[in-house]
C-alpha cells in the first residue's frame, strides 16, 4: 500500500529540485539588482556576498514551512491520500506554470503561484468530497479552506506592492534631499549617521525579527523582548561610532559597506521567505508519509490533522536547499535577462526600453503631469528651487575609451532600495506572510526611480507600461495558477494513472524549454548587431555594417521566397509563420533606429561621415523591410480572407521573378560579406533585367484582366507584390552603391 505513495514522495523530491533550480534562476537575482546596477562592488564578491545570504537564509526559513502545511486549508478535514494529491497537484503545476510563462516571456512570483496552487487544488478536492457526502452543502467549503490565513496571505501581497513603491519612494526622496548627488562632499558625521542608521535597520530586521522563525528562538528570546528599544539604540551609537571611524581612519566608502551588508540580508531574506515556495509543499508532503505510515491505518481513512501542529523542519534538508539555491544562482543561464528587467526599468539614464507604451500609461503619465503643474503653482517657489538643487545631476567627462559604462544609478538609490527591500520582507517573514519577493524588490526599485526622476518625459511612458505589465502578470499568474492547479487535482483522483503521464508532460516541456532556450541562443550569435561603444570610427562603422547588411539580406532572400511559396499553395499557417519573422526583422531596424541618437554620441569627433553613413544604411534597411513586410502582410491577409488562388500563369511569373531575385541577394550578400566590390558593375547588370521582369509581369496581368482575369483581389494582391517588389530591388541596389561610395572613401584615408 505504501509504495504508490514512496514513488510519489521520490516525484515529489525530483519535482522540488527542478521547482529550485528553475524558481531561482527567475527569482533570486532580484537582490542583485542594486549592486550590480550601481557597480559598487565587483561581480564576483557581490556572488559571494549573496550565496552566504541564500545559504544563512535557508536555515532561518523553517518557520515560514507552515504555511504549506496549514496556511491554505484545514489539514483536519483531508485524508492523506487527499493531502498527497494536493501537493503533487502543486508540485506538477509549479513546474508548468513556470516553464509556459519564461516560454511566453511573461513576469511571474513563485510566491503568488504557490499560494494559489494551494488554494486552487484544496478547493477542488474539498468540492469532491462535499459532492461525495450528501449531507454536505457547499457553504461547507469554509470548514476545509482556511480562508481567514488565505485572504490574510491574499491582502499582504497585495498590500507589499503597494508598500514597496510607496515607502521606495517617500525614502529615496528624504535620502535624496539629504545627501543631493554628491555624497562625497556630505560632512563625514553625516555619512556616519546614515551608515549607523541603515545598518542598524538591517540588524535589527534581519537577524532579530528573523530568529522568531527558527527553532532555536526560544534560547534568546529573553534577551530581545522587552528590550527592543536598548538593542536599536546600542546598535545604533555602535554602527555610527564603526562607520564614523572607517569613513575618516580608513577612507571607507560606508554606501559600498551598505550596499554589501544589503546584499546579504536581502538574499537572506529571499531565502527565508521564498525557500518554502520551493520545498515547503515536498517537505509536509515526507511530513505527512511519515505519520501515517506510523499509524497503520489506511490512507483514505487517516485525518492529517496532525499538520495542524507545529512539526520541526529536518535542518538537512534546508541546508541542501540551500545548496541547489546557491549553485543554481552561480550557473544559472536566464540570471542576466531577469538583472536586466530591474535595471532597464529603474536605471537613470535613457536607452531602449523592454516595454511598449499603452493607453493607460499614456493616461497616467499625462495625469501625473497636470498633478506637477498643480503642485508647482502650490508650493513655493523658493522650496521648489531647493528641492531641484538636489536634483541636479554631476556633468561626469567620460573618458575616450568608449567601453567605459556608467552605473544605471548612484550608490544612494542602490543603498535605499536594498534597505527598504530587507526590511519590508523580513518583517512580513516573521509574521509568517509570505509575499513576492520580486515584486517588493521590482516596486522599491520603482519607486526609488520615480522619485529620483528617473522617469523623465522620455521615459515615462515605457516605465509605467513596464510597472503594469508586472501587476497584471500577477494577476495572470493567481489566476491560471489557482484554475490549472484545480484542474491538475481533479485529473490525480479521478485516476492515479494521471500521475505518470502528468509527470511525462513535464518533462517533455522542460525538454521543449530547454531546445527552444538553445535555438534562441544560436539565433542571437547569428545576428550581428551593431556594437555602438565600440564604433567609434568610420572604419568600425563600415565592417560591422557589412556584417549586418549581409545577414539582414540572406534573411529578405528567405522570406520573399517563402512568401511566394506560401502563397503558391494558400498555405495560411506558413504565411502567418513567415509574417512573423517579417515582423521580427522589423523590430530589429527599429531598435537600431531607435539608438541612433546614442550611437552618433559614442563617435570620436574624426568619424562624423560615419553618422551620415550609418543613418542612409538604417533608412534603406527600413525601407526594405517595409517593402517585405507590405508584400508578407497581403499576401496573409488575402489568404486568410479566403480569396481565390492566385491563376498559374501569375504564379509562374511570381516564381520566375524570385528566382532572379534570389541570384541577385545572394551575390549582394556576398558582396558584403566578402568584402568584394568587383561584381557590382554585373549585379547592377543583372538588377535592370530583373527589373525588366518584373514591369513584363505587370504588363502580363493587364493583358490578363482585359481578356479573361475576373478577381478584382487577385489583381489588387498581384499587382502590390510587383510594385513592393520593384521598391525592395531599388533599396537593396541603393544600398550596395552607398556602401561601396563610403569603402572606397575608408580606404583613401587608410593610405
Same mark, same amino acid.
Given at each position: ?29 532580484? %537582490? ?146 539629504? @545627501? ?26 534581519? /537577524? /532579530? ?29 555602535? #554602527? ?43 517537505? +509536509? ?8 505510515? +506510523? ?16 512539526? &520541526? ?16 544562482? #552561480?550557473?544559472?543561464? =536566464? ?21 511598449? !507604451? ?14 506637477? *503643474? ?5 508650493? !513655493? ?12 545631476? &554631476?556633468?561626469?567627462?567620460? &573618458? ?6 556608467? &552605473? ?10 536594498? /534597505? ?6 523580513? $518583517?512580513? *517573514? ?10 517588493? *524588490? ?12 528617473? #522617469? ?17 502578470? #500577477? ?6 495558477? %489557482? ?23 513535464? +518533462? ?33 562603422? /563600415? ?20 512568401? $511566394? ?18 515582423? =521580427? ?7 537600431? =533606429? ?123 494582391? @498581384? ?19 552607398? @556602401? ?9 584615408? =587608410?593610405?
Amino acid at each position: 500500500m505504501g509504495d504508490p505513495y514512496i514513488l510519489m514522495l521520490v516525484a515529489l523530491a525530483v519535482l522540488a529540485i527542478v521547482d529550485l533550480v528553475v524558481g531561482v534562476s527567475n527569482d533570486a537575482v532580484n %537582490f542583485l539588482n542594486s549592486a550590480i546596477g550601481s557597480k559598487a562592488i565587483p561581480v564576483k564578491k557581490i556572488m559571494i556576498i549573496a550565496s552566504l545570504g541564500v545559504f544563512f537564509g535557508a536555515v532561518t526559513s523553517s518557520g515560514m514551512m507552515e504555511v504549506a502545511r496549514k496556511g491554505i486549508f484545514n489539514p483536519e478535514m483531508f485524508m492523506f491520500q487527499d493531502i498527497m494529491i494536493i501537493f503533487m497537484a502543486v508540485m506538477i503545476t509549479d513546474i508548468l506554470l513556470l516553464d509556459i510563462f519564461n516560454s511566453l516571456g511573461m513576469p511571474t512570483s513563485t510566491t503568488v503561484s504557490i499560494v494559489f496552487e494551494l488554494l486552487g487544488a484544496a478547493v477542488c478536492i474539498s468540492l469532491i468530497k462535499i459532492a461525495a457526502n450528501d449531507a454536505h452543502s457547499i457553504s461547507d467549503i469554509w470548514s476545509y479552506i482556511n480562508h481567514e490565513k488565505a485572504v490574510e496571505i491574499i491582502n499582504g501581497i497585495l498590500l507589499s506592492v503597494v508598500v514597496a513603491f510607496s515607502i521606495g519612494a517617500l525614502v529615496q526622496f528624504a535620502s535624496r534631499l539629504i @545627501y543631493s548627488f554628491n555624497f562625497e562632499k556630505r560632512p563625514i558625521y553625516v555619512n556616519a549617521l546614515f551608515g549607523g542608521f541603515a545598518i542598524t535597520a538591517i540588524t535589527y530586521f534581519i /537577524i /532579530i525579527k528573523g530568529l522568531k522563525g527558527t527553532d532555536f528562538y526560544g534560547d534568546v528570546k529573553h534577551l530581545i523582548e522587552g528590550n527592543t528599544y536598548i538593542i536599536l539604540g546600542v546598535s545604533f551609537v555602535a #554602527w555610527s561610532t564603526i562607520s564614523q571611524i572607517l569613513i575618516q581612519f580608513l577612507k571607507v566608502n560606508v554606501l559600498k559597506l551598505i550596499i554589501g551588508v544589503g546584499t546579504f540580508s536581502l538574499a537572506m531574506a529571499f531565502s527565508g521567505n521564498d525557500l518554502v515556495n520551493f520545498v515547503g509543499v515536498p517537505i +509536509a508532503a515526507w511530513n505527512s508519509y511519515e505519520a501515517w505510515a +506510523a499509524s497503520g491505518i489506511a490512507a483514505d481513512s487517516y485525518s492529517m490533522g496532525i499538520l495542524a501542529k507545529k512539526v &520541526p523542519s529536518n535542518i538537512w534538508l534546508l541546508l541542501i536547499a540551500g545548496a541547489v539555491m546557491v549553485v543554481t544562482l #552561480w550557473t544559472s543561464s =536566464k540570471a542576466q535577462n531577469v538583472i536586466k528587467t530591474g535595471i532597464d526599468l529603474s536605471r537613470q539614464g535613457d536607452g531602449h526600453e523592454r516595454f511598449q !507604451p499603452n493607453g493607460l500609461s499614456r493616461i497616467v503619465v499625462r495625469t501625473a503631469m497636470a498633478l506637477n *503643474t498643480v503642485f508647482s503653482y502650490v508650493i !513655493p517657489k523658493p522650496t521648489l528651487a531647493y528641492i531641484d538643487s538636489k536634483f541636479q545631476k &554631476p556633468v561626469i567627462k567620460l &573618458p575616450k575609451d568608449k567601453k567605459y559604462e556608467l &552605473p544605471a544609478f548612484d550608490l544612494i538609490r542602490a543603498s535605499v532600495n536594498l /534597505i527598504v527591500a530587507g526590511i519590508l520582507i523580513s $518583517v512580513a *517573514t516573521s509574521m509568517k506572510l509570505p509575499l513576492s519577493t520580486t515584486y517588493v *524588490t521590482f516596486m522599491v526599485a520603482m519607486g526609488t526611480s520615480l522619485a529620483d526622476r528617473a #522617469w523623465g518625459r522620455e521615459s515615462a511612458v515605457y516605465r509605467v507600461a513596464g510597472v503594469m505589465n508586472v501587476i497584471g502578470g #500577477w494577476f495572470l499568474t493567481a489566476i491560471v495558477a %489557482f484554475f490549472a492547479a484545480a484542474i491538475v487535482a481533479y485529473l490525480i483522483s479521478w485516476d492515479m494513472v494521471m500521475i505518470p503521464i502528468l509527470l511525462a508532460v513535464v +518533462a517533455l516541456l522542460m525538454l521543449r524549454n530547454t531546445l527552444t532556450l538553445r535555438k534562441e541562443s544560436k539565433e542571437v550569435k547569428k545576428q550581428q548587431y551593431l556594437e555602438r561603444a565600440e564604433l567609434i570610427t568610420i572604419n568600425g562603422v /563600415i565592417e560591422e555594417s557589412a556584417d549586418h547588411i549581409a545577414e539582414v539580406i540572406s534573411r529578405v532572400n528567405k522570406l520573399y521566397t517563402n512568401v $511566394v511559396d506560401d502563397l503558391a499553395r494558400h498555405d495560411l499557417n506558413k504565411l502567418r509563420k513567415t509574417d512573423k519573422h517579417v515582423e =521580427k526583422l522589423n523590430i530589429e531596424i527599429d531598435n537600431l =533606429k531607435d539608438g541612433v541618437f546614442y550611437f552618433i554620441k559614442s563617435l570620436d569627433d574624426t568619424s562624423v561621415q560615419a553618422s551620415r553613413f550609418y543613418i542612409m544604411v538604417l533608412g534603406y534597411l527600413q525601407d526594405v523591410a517595409q517593402s517585405i513586410s507590405y508584400i508578407s502582410r497581403a499576401s496573409f491577409k488575402h489568404v486568410n480572407n479566403n480569396h481565390k488562388n492566385l491563376k498559374k500563369g501569375q504564379i509562374k511569373d511570381l516564381k520566375q521573378i524570385d528566382i532572379q531575385l534570389a541570384a541577385l541577394l545572394t551575390k549582394e550578400a556576398a558582396i558584403f560579406g566578402q568584402r568584394n566590390l568587383g561584381d557590382i558593375s554585373s549585379l547592377l547588370k543583372e538588377k535592370n533585367e530583373l527589373l525588366l521582369s518584373v514591369s513584363a509581369s505587370i504588363e502580363n496581368q493587364v493583358a490578363r484582366i482585359r481578356t479573361d482575369e475576373t478577381s478584382p483581389k487577385n489583381t489588387t494582391l @498581384y499587382f502590390s507584390i510587383l510594385l513592393e517588389t520593384k521598391d525592395l530591388i531599388t533599396a537593396l541596389i541603393q544600398l550596395l552603391q552607398t @556602401y561601396e561610395e563610403f569603402y572606397l572613401s575608408s580606404q583613401q584615408i =587608410k593610405k
